[in-house]
Every structure is written in C-alpha cells, then in structure tokens.
Nanobody
C-alpha cells in the first residue's frame, strides 16, 4: 500500500511558476514509477509527467515539454513537479500517482495509487 499526499498548489499569474510536491508513505517508494496527472473541469484526466523508479527516465506530455520538470528525492520519499511559464490552460486539479509500470501511466493513463489532488489555478 502506498499513500500519496500532494501539496504546493495555488493561484498564480500566467508566466509564473509553482512547484508541486508529493510525499509518499512506505518503504517501497524507490520501486515505483511516480507521475503527475491533471484534470480540468469538464475534461478527462490527462497524463502530465512521470519518472521511473531509478530516475533514469522521464516522460512528459507534449503540452508541458520544456516548461515542466519532474524529479524525485529518495531520502524524502518525495516527487516534485516544477512548473514554469504557466498558462491559463494549465489550470486543473493535479494528482500524484504511483505504479510499478511506467507504461501504465504514460500510455494507459492509469496508476495503482493516487493522491487526493491539489488545485492549480493560472490567471490570465
């Protein structure tokens, strides 16, 4: 069982930055691919970014490439999403997720474990 708790959301102006954090419980953090998804009102959940269990590979949605960066800290059992050059269309609830298989997140847009979500609002 993995429990995920997100933080760091908020209101920011277009062009600004935010860093989301996701603290994971348990001693198996290092064995999971960690990722971020988002869901805007009236839209389906979409994949944003993922980082493999060893940090060796990262994946990004085309819409965030070059603006967002995912990283993980094994000592703190935490994964981060640094979001720069934010746009109003980035407004959504952002969810942290964990899965043993990166493909599940990147291709199938699913995961074994989910956080409760944190709201990100970008004003124009």
């Amino acid at each position: 069982q993995v429990q995920l708790v997100e933080s760091g959301g908020g209101l920011v102006q277009a062009g600004g930055s935010l860093r989301l954090s996701c603290a994971a419980s348990g001693r198996t953090f290092s064995t999971y691919t960690m990722g971020w998804f988002r869901q805007a009102p009236g839209k389906e959940r979409e994949f944003v970014a993922a980082i493999t269990w060893n940090g060796g590979s990262t994946y990004y949605a085309d819409s965030v490439k070059g603006r967002f960066s995912i990283s993980r800290d094994y000592a703190k059992n935490t994964v981060y999403l640094q979001m720069n050059s934010l746009r109003p269309q980035d407004t959504a609830v952002y969810y942290c997720a964990a899965d043993k298989v990166a493909r599940n997140m990147v291709v199938l847009t699913t995961a074994d474990y989910w956080g409760q979500g944190t709201q990100v609002t970008v004003s124009s």
